[in-house]
Nanobody, 115 residues
């Protein structure tokens, strides 16, 4: 079992930046994959960034060049640095980890970008 806790969301003006954190309750060094997803009101959850073990990180076209996913294995934490935020980035952001082929989700953190 892995518990994931996201933090770092909030209200920011368009053009601003936020860094989301996803703290895992145990080591995720050997995770099969990890990533960030988001869900805007009335829309389906969509991929933001995802990295499979041993592979490069894939980003949604809408965030390429603006968002960067990283990890700190010592802290069991995954980050999402979000720059040049736009109103359309407003959503609840979820952390996802696949460990031993089990799928784990955090509770989500709200990001609101005012235009």
């Amino acid at each position: 079992q892995v518990q994931l806790v996201e933090s770092g969301g909030g209200l920011v003006q368009a053009g601003g930046s936020l860094r989301l954190s996803c703290a895992a309750s145990r080591s995720i060094f050997s995770a099969n994959a990890m990533g960030w997803y988001r869900q805007a009101p009335g829309k389906q959850r969509e991929l933001v960034a995802r990295s499979a073990r041993g592979a490069n990180t894939n980003y949604a076209d809408a965030v390429k060049g603006r968002f960067t996913m990283s990890r700190d294995n010592a802290k069991n934490t995954v980050y999402l640095q979000m720059n040049s935020l736009k109103a359309e980035d407003t959503a609840v952001y979820y952390c996802n980890v696949i460990l031993n082929y089990m799928n784990y989700w955090g509770q989500g953190t709200q990001v609101t970008v005012s235009s």
